[in-house]
């Protein structure tokens, strides 16, 4: 782990104080747990800044706990698509979170913003950065759902489009089971990487 952020201007103390003030103690060791997983991706996949990939776990989820309230005010005060008002806090998070992440913290890192933004949904066109993200959020160790395991095995040893994959493959399906509305960009990220599982 880094003892200082500059991204933020914080030390690793003072964000994690920051984070344990905003959220939920489980959320708090899930967001530390990502951020294990990302280092961890970042090194296996040679993703050059390590410091970047841990900072987007730690940060990843930071607007996961505000009020539907403070999304639609923020959807309105950056003219977002207006579509996004059909949607709820699952798809807010990420999506309009990284508006209060720059309120909140000057984060002004384009390649952490934009994992963070798509960190639920994905991408059709994912950076490196983007996948690790995207993966760590699934697999981070205190995942235990069915199918963890074989996560862990394409993400950590075998193939990180795959892992982006089987997540989505797996993501979609449970919403479907759930009979929820799927948003659209999980489709794409859907079309654009099922062919890379085997
Ligand atoms: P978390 O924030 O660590 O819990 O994980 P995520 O940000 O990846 O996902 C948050 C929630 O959004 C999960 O319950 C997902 O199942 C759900 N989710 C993911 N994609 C979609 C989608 O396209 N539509 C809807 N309605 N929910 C989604
Ligand atoms: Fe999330
Ligand atoms: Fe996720
Ligand atoms: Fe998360």
Known sequence: AFDFYPEVGLTRAELLDKLSANMSEKRFQHVQNVAQAA?????RW???????????????????EETDDTFIHLIQKYQLDPDLLNWNNNVWHGLVGIYKIQEDLGLTDSEILRAIEIHTVGSADMTLL???????????????????????????????NAAVAYETVHTVAFLTSKHVRIYPQTILTYNAYVDQLK
């Open 46 to 64: 040679d993703y050059p800044d390590l410091r970047k990939a841990e900072l987007a776990g730690l940060l990843h989820d930071y607007a996961k």
């Open 39 to 43: 280092l961890r991706l970042a090194e």
């Open 130 to 160: 983007d996948k690790i993200l995207y993966v760590a959020d699934y697999v981070e160790a205190g995942r235990t759902f069915e199918g963890v395991e074989a996560a862990r095995l394409l993400a950590y040893e075998q193939d990180l």
